[in-house]
Every structure is written in C-alpha cells, then in structure tokens.
C-alpha cells in the first residue's frame, strides 16, 4: 500500500509583549510538529488515530472529534464541504510547548489543525484564508498570526460587513461543535463558512541580539479564566499609555544595539497585566523589581500572552534574570521551568516526506 506522509511544523508563541493586549505576538523556537500519513489508495480506518509524544500528552483526548487539532481540521474540511476525514489517516504529534503557560500551545494547535484540514482536503488555501479559519476558532489574532507567519508580528481583525459579522459571530459551539462519542463522521450539519480577509498583520523587524527568556511557572492558566478578569472597558489615560508605549516598541525591538531604557519602559502595560496579578503570585513583584538597570542585558519584562509565564527579553546575562525571576517565585512557592529562546522567523510550513 502507498502511503503519502507529510510534516506540520508550527511555533510556540508569546501574545501581547507587555502593551500590545491582543495585537502583538512573537513565534518562538519551540514547536508543535504532525507526522501526518493518508494512504493513497482510500484504505483503512474510517476515523484517523492519533498518537502524542512530548510534553502535556498524556490526558490529550485522543478521538478525533475531541482532539483539538481534529476537530479544528473537521472544521476547514466541513465548512469546505467535505463532511469526513479521508480514511486510513495517522497523526502522530509531538508537543514542546507546555499547556496552559501563555506561550500559545491552544494556538499553535488551531494552527497546525487549519493546516492539517487543508492538507486533508487538497485545498491549497493561501496564507490569508488559513489565518480566516484559524481566527473563527481563536478570534483575538496575536498568538495564531505570529504561529501562521513568524517573527514579530502586528495584527488586527477587520471591520465586517452585516453578514459577515454574522457568519463570524456564530456561537465558537458551532464551528467546533463538542462531538457526542458516537459521533460519526456526518454528524451535526456542516458549519458555517469562514468570511474571508478576517485578519490583517504586518511583520516587525527584530534585533537579532535579543532573546526571549521564558520562566515558566509549574501550573496551567486556563487562557479563558485569564480573560475572565480583564474589564470590558478602560480609561482613556490607560489606553494612552498603551498605545505611546506599543507605537514606540514595535520600532524599538527592531533597532541594534536595543535601547534598554526605551525598551524597558515601552514593555510596561495597564490594559491586561495589573487584572492578572492575583492570578499569578509574584507578577507584581517581578514587573517591579527586575529593571534593565539592577540586570544589565535586559531589555523589558512581561507577563507572556496570558500567563502565567513571564517573557524576559534580553541581551545578556540570561542565567541571572532567569534566577531572580525564579527566586521570586519560590519565595511564593511555584516551581518554575525555564529557557533562552530564540525567535522563530519561519512560521508554520508542511512538507512532503520522501517514501
Ligand atoms: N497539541 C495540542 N493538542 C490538543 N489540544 C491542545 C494542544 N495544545 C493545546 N491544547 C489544548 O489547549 C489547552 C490550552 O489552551 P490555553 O488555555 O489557551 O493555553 P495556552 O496559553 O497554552 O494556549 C490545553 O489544555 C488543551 O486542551
Ligand atoms: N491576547 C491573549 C493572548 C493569549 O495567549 P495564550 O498564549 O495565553 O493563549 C490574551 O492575553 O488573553
């Protein structure tokens, strides 16, 4: 029997980088990878089977009409009009990045299911539509633009006409419906199609000195639980503060040598991070006491997407800014991992594997 097999690679994110709350996003070199094989011949097991290795596997449901990265493919092959997987399928997915820390796991899966979805389905859809299907299941583009395309990355969802809004305000119910366990295949109606040119983005330019260090606390923070607690609306002091700081960062992480003093204070935030400290002990702390002046090499410091991981951005001395961070965790009592990690520029891709 012949046997197409396929690689899906797509990056680790970090959402927001201190002022840019559902706007910015930086891939990082950690990855979601699918080893993907469909038999050419349209044999075998109506329903793909699915294998995880890495990180956080052990609890992933493993139906594919559970499975995040199945469902999110049932999706773009539904919406398209294709209401089953082709058969014979396998996945095998190996996971580097930690569940529930705010360094996009939820997203780089959506992303590698959208993907997953399109390979399945011989669509070939560019770059802009993947991003559309993508944003009806995450809806805040930051963390899924940056895992999409790479790099630094700006991005906004645009202002849509009635049915559009309509299309893309079905409940996210309907688009991943919780499949019953006896689901099949053409369960539930097909859902609603994608409205096209959904998210917009441009790629910043990045200092190629600057390293994200990533401490990332031993416990997982519900991405929803973490957006519970943030206000439905702000000051006009506090917005200004953000917007001065963003427009100003997304330059200055471009420039070589960075600008510590610059950089340091265009990380700060009022829109998300001081809603999210009684979640994450220590936070306050390390925003406050970690300065590019008392840790010579860093640049700026923040909550990474919405936490609990702190994102360091630095130079130098990465050894020393990841022990104070975690020194003042232990001091709260959270057992922390943590890494130097670089900026990934080449996004998602999928590749054909030789036989
Ligand atoms: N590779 C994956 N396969 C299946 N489900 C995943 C995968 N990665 C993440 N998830 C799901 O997403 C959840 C984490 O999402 P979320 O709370 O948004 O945190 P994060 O900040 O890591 O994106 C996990 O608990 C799991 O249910
Ligand atoms: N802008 C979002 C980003 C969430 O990123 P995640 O990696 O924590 O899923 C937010 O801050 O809620």
Redesign the pocket.
Known sequence: MSVRKYKIHVPATTANVGPGFDVCGIALSLS?TLDVSIPSDGTGDVNPTIEYSGLDSAN?PLSPYK???TRVALYVLRANGITAFPRGVHIH?H?E?????????????VIAGVLLGDLLGGFKFPTARLLDYALMVERHPDNVTAALVGGFVGSYLRELSEDDIKAAAVPLAEVLPEFPPDAGPDWGPNPPQAPGGIGHYVRFGWAPEIKAIAVMPRF?L???KSRGVLPETYSRKDMVFNLQRLAVLTTALARSPPDAELIYEAMKDRIHQPYRVPLIPGLQTILSELTYTSHPGLLGICLS??GPTILALATDNFESIAAEIVRIFKTENIEVDWKVLDVDTKGSWVEEIDA
């Open positions: 979601l992933v499975n995040l990265l997915a996971n990045i930690p569940f529930g820390r705010g360094l996009g796991s939820s997203g780089a899966a997982e519900a991405t929803a997407g919405a």
